[in-house]
């Protein structure tokens, strides 16, 4: 079976409903950056696992769950088998995995009194990477969710996993020994 099919060159796509949009459609916009907030997790699970933080298993689940998401993204909530669908293959007890982790993270982790730059090491600079990325994919989910298209679980969850990726980078750069570096106002 051949990687290439043609039938995207004239510029539009399939769903996984079968259903035609163009690649500059919004859900298009919005799988892109899911994927791309994977590929991010990915490259910050790489570092993790040199740095052997503990944060490797974990974040190679998260990939998988954001493999859900972009399932939920590309299967518009336009019938009753899509929306059962959806409720079952991804539900809030993913969102509460990822708070029970964050809980635990930072239980470990000193009180966070100020703003703080991106350091602390390789794994956790692409720890913070991955959740600007998480960002930006939560951001093109918001209107899929409005219009009823996408299930609000995954706005959620792409919510609480920046929350997440923020707490990751900050229990990476303690594994690593690294001091985090504070913002510090012009003065």
Same mark, same amino acid.
């Given at each position: 079976?051949?990687?290439?099919? !043609?039938? #995207?060159?004239? #510029?539009?796509?399939?769903?996984?409903?079968?259903?035609?949009?163009? !690649? %500059? *459609?919004?859900?298009? *916009?919005?799988?892109?950056?899911?994927?791309?907030?994977?590929?991010?997790?990915?490259?910050?699970?790489?570092?993790?696992?040199?740095?052997?933080?503990?944060?490797?298993?974990?974040?190679?689940?998260?990939?998988?769950?954001?493999? *859900?998401?972009?399932?939920?993204?590309?299967?518009?909530?336009?019938?009753?088998?899509?929306?059962?669908?959806?409720?079952?293959?991804?539900?809030?007890?993913?969102?509460?995995?990822?708070?029970?982790?964050? *809980?635990?993270?930072?239980?470990?982790?000193?009180?966070?009194?100020?703003?703080?730059?991106?350091?602390?090491?390789?794994?956790?600079?692409?720890?913070?990477?991955?959740?600007?990325?998480?960002?930006?994919?939560?951001?093109?989910?918001?209107?899929?969710?409005?219009?009823?298209?996408?299930? %609000?679980?995954?706005?959620?969850?792409?919510?609480?996993?920046?929350?997440?990726?923020?707490?990751?980078?900050?229990?990476?750069?303690?594994?690593? #020994?690294?001091?985090?570096?504070?913002? !510090? !106002?012009?003065?």
């Amino acid at each position: 079976m051949k990687i290439y099919t !043609k039938t #995207g060159d004239a #510029g539009a796509s399939d769903l996984y409903t079968m259903e035609r949009r163009e !690649k %500059d *459609d919004a859900t298009f *916009d919005a799988l892109g950056d899911v994927d791309e907030c994977n590929v991010a997790v990915g490259i910050a699970r790489e570092f993790c696992v040199e740095e052997k933080n503990g944060l490797a298993e974990e974040l190679a689940e998260i990939q998988s769950r954001l493999l *859900d998401v972009g399932s939920r993204v590309a299967t518009p909530l336009t019938t009753s088998e899509a929306r059962a669908a959806a409720r079952a293959a991804f539900s809030e007890a993913h969102v509460e995995m990822l708070e029970r982790r964050i *809980d635990a993270m930072s239980e470990e982790l000193p009180a966070l009194t100020s703003f703080l730059l991106v350091s602390g090491g390789r794994a956790s600079v692409f720890l913070h990477q991955a959740r600007v990325v998480c960002r930006r994919a939560e951001r093109r989910c918001v209107p899929l969710v409005r219009r009823g298209e996408c299930p %609000d679980v995954v706005r959620v969850y792409l919510n609480r996993l920046s929350d997440y990726m923020f707490t990751a980078a900050r229990y990476a750069a303690m594994k690593a #020994g690294r001091a985090e570096e504070p913002y !510090k !106002k012009a003065a």
